[in-house]
């Protein structure tokens, strides 16, 4: 059984930097695709970065330069560091899992094609 697990939210001042984290278990297969969403109340889930098996990354336009989503092999962890915060990075972030590449169809993968989900980590940022 495939189980994702977030930790390192929290709440920060704008400029300042949080790493979040995915533990993975259950997931052996070489091919699959990771990504970070992020929601807010009443909204659906944004992409904010995603990572595929061949190293392949994407990143909302939103956090490119600031963002960098990484993933430790070894521990099976994915990881999220995030720089100079602002305001609106505000939100529930989520790691996701799924099997086959990142892009379809010359897109990033959306949060309804994905099949694992954690239970979401708080990223609260005050200016």
Not at 75 to 80: G, P, R, V
Request: hydrophobic share 30%.
């Amino acid at each position: 059984q495939v189980h994702l697990v977030e930790s390192g939210g929290g709440s920060v001042q704008a400029g300042e930097s949080l790493t979040l984290s995915c533990a993975v278990s259950g997931w052996y297969y070489e091919n699959f695709c990771m990504g970070w969403f992020r929601q807010l109340p009443g909204q659906e889930r944004m992409g904010v970065a995603g990572l595929g098996s061949d190293g392949g990354a994407f990143y909302a336009d939103s956090v490119k330069g600031r963002f960098t989503i990484s993933r430790d092999h070894n521990k099976n962890i994915l990881y999220l560091q995030m720089n100079r915060l602002k305001p609106e990075d505000t939100g529930l972030y989520y790691c996701a899992l799924d099997g086959g590449p990142l892009w379809v169809a010359s897109r990033p993968r959306g949060p309804h094609e994905y099949n694992w989900w954690g239970q979401g980590t708080q990223v609260t940022v005050s200016s």
